[in-house]
Structure formats: structure tokens, C-alpha cells
């Protein structure tokens, strides 16, 4: 059999946080990318706008840059896409590649913010006054794109967020395709709804996803075209449908909506650690439950989601005094 079929060619492939630049050198291209420059009305941090897109340090769809440039590569409605975007000068400047890079580009600004509105944030808190005038920079992302941000959020349910990032590394780079253009190295696009439904068991085993996880994706892929939709919905209504899928609660619609819809007012209930660091932060109760944490948010009403931004950002958190979330590999199994 040597010789009959060609070599299969080789693969060059935080929540919330403020990013930490990484490394890589990006590969050449056949041919440059669209550009677009834009003027942001504010200060902007692409690091703490763009986080919360980033599936952990190895993100095969996201990668920062030593020059403060940061990458990304998305299925957009039009196809996959990679996008540069770099700032100075109080300039942003967008470079794209692929048959999605005009979508890309056609939405840089809400991407970056400009559909958010900073000013209504109103502070009652100390700390959540120091914190926003420490990072002025901050703007809710919105990438119109909802199954990207759904997906890694069913794969980061009832785990740790290791596992979950390491189950996002894998599948995507073991059934994504290359992120078009110059990008870094190892940078993938996340695989079409078709391609998730088509991956075996098998291989949802050993990337450490149970059954139950894997399910709930089958499900949403099947109904992927009801579900982006929901995109141009109110942040409440696009929840609603999104949970009219099994498997996916009120955790996972809200930890989407936040990144698909900039929603500034969708807190993350049922969170194993947030409501003890909001009811740590701002009345020092460590064992605040969600109950606690929805109370201590209501005067930020309108504004919870970026309140609670806020205190992650601050770094005031309750020390740890139980052992972390057990881990268990079931690709060992």
C-alpha cells in the first residue's frame, strides 16, 4: 500500500482578566489582508476588551502578541476569518484575511466596545470607583457571534477551568482548520456546526468532555442557525432561546450573552466562586450565595455584568480555604 494515497500534510497549527502578551512569530502570507482604521470616542484597552474571548493561555482562536497586537480567528456568517487588531496613537487598526475578513471588519467597532456605554456605570462602592479609574480602558466586547462563545461555555460547565480549556484546545485544533492569513502559528478556526456534530464519541472522550457536555452540544449544533439568531435579540429574549435547548441554564445563556451581545446587565449566577468574591468585595461575606450577590448588585442595575467585571479586575478576592474543584480525566478512563 506505500505509495498509493499522498502523505497527509502536517499541521502547522480568562475569563474577564486583563490579557498577558504571549509569544510566536506569524507565519507569511500569499497576500495582504483588508484594513480598517477606526477612532475610538474613549481610552481602550484591547487586553481587558478582548479577555474575555480567550479559552486559556493556549486558545487555538486567540493569541496576544509581545507587540500588544492580538489575533483572532472566527467562523463568521460569511466564512472563516482571522483578524489582526492593533492600537496606537489613539488609532485602532484592523487587518483581516479570509472569506470572512469584511464581516470582521465591518463590525471592528462594536468588537471593541463602541456599542458599550461606560459613562452609565455609576459607582457606590470604593472600590469599584478606584478600580474603574485604574482601567479606564475597559469597554464590554460584543462579537455578534453567538455559537463561538456558547459552545466553550457548555465545555466549562460543573469542570475546572483547566479541563474545560484544555477540552477547547484539542477539539478545536484537532477538527478546526487553519486561520487564513499570516496568523501565528498553531492559530485554528473553530469547526463548523456540521463538523461538531460529525466528531465520535470516542474523541469527546479523550479530550476529557462527558456525556452529558457533549450531548448538550450535539443539541445546540442541530439548532446552530436558530440559536445566531438570537444575536439580534435583546440580551433577556436571546437567553430565553438559548435555554429552550436541554442542558443549557441560566450559568451558560449569561456567560454568552456577555461576549455575543455585550450585555452589561446579564450576571453570571450559579458560579461556583463569584458570589463569595462580589459579597467579599463589597460587604466582606465570604459565604454570600447568588441570592447575596443579585442583592449586593441591585444598585448597579442596568449594570451588573460590568460591576462584577469590575471586582475580578480589582484583584480583591477572599483567600482560598478549601481545596480547588477535584479534577478528573475521564480520557484516562
Known amino acids: 500500500m506505500a505509495g498509493r494515497f499522498a502523505p497527509r500534510p502536517p499541521r ?29 470616542d474613549g481610552p481602550l484597552d484591547l487586553g481587558l476588551v478582548l479577555g474575555p474571548l480567550r479559552r486559556g493561555p493556549g486558545d487555538p482562536t486567540f493569541r496576544a502578541m509581545p507587540d500588544g497586537s492580538v489575533w483572532r ?8 476569518g482571522t483578524l489582526r487588531v492593533s492600537a496606537a496613537g489613539g488609532r485602532v487598526r484592523g487587518e483581516a484575511w479570509g472569506p470572512g475578513a469584511e464581516w470582521l471588519l465591518e463590525r471592528l467597532p462594536e468588537l471593541l466596545g463602541a456599542a458599550d456605554d461606560p459613562s452609565a456605570f455609576v459607582p457606590r462602592h470604593r472600590l469599584l470607583a478606584m478600580t474603574r479609574h485604574r482601567r479606564p480602558g475597559l469597554r464590554l466586547t460584543r462579537t455578534g457571534l453567538v455559537l463561538e462563545s456558547l459552545i466553550p461555555s457548555i465545555l466549562e460547565q460543573k469542570v475546572t477551568t483547566d479541563e474545560a480549556y484544555r477540552a477547547w484546545r484539542l477539539l478545536v485544533r484537532k477538527y ?31 479530550a476529557g468532555v462527558d456525556d452529558k457536555r457533549a450531548s448538550t452540544i450535539l443539541r445546540c449544533v442541530r439548532v446552530a442557525a436558530r440559536l ?19 442542558g443549557v441554564g441560566p450559568w451558560t445563556s449569561a456567560e454568552t450573552v ?6 452589561a446587565d446579564e450576571v453570571t449566577v450559579g458560579d461556583l466562586h463569584l458570589p463569595g468574591i462580589v459579597g467579599w468585595a463589597l460587604a466582606g461575606d465570604r459565604d454570600a450565595d447568588d441570592s447575596v450577590m443579585l442583592e449586593l448588585l441591585e444598585p448597579y442595575a442596568g449594570q451588573r455584568h460590568r460591576a462584577a467585571r469590575l471586582i475580578l479586575l480589582s484583584g480583591r478576592v477572599p483567600g482560598r480555604r478549601a481545596p480547588k474543584m477535584p479534577r478528573w480525566d475521564i480520557g484516562q478512563i
Open 12 to 40: 502547522t497549527t480568562v475569563r474577564g482578566g486583563h490579557v498577558a502578551v504571549g509569544s510566536g512569530v506569524p507565519r507569511q502570507a500569499a497576500g495582504p489582508g483588508r484594513v480598517r482604521e477606526w477612532v475610538p
Open 73 to 80: 480567528a472566527a467562523l463568521t456568517p460569511a466564512g472563516p
Open 176 to 206: 478546526g482548520e487553519p486561520a487564513p492569513g499570516p496568523a501565528p502559528g498553531r492559530m485554528y478556526v473553530m469547526p463548523a456546526p456540521r463538523t461538531w456534530a460529525l466528531i465520535p464519541s470516542w474523541e469527546w472522550h479523550r
Open 228 to 246: 445566531e439568531e438570537a444575536v439580534r435579540m435583546e440580551p433577556v429574549a436571546a437567553r430565553a432561546r438559548l435555554e429552550v435547548v436541554p
Open 258 to 263: 456577555q461576549r455575543s451581545h455585550g450585555a
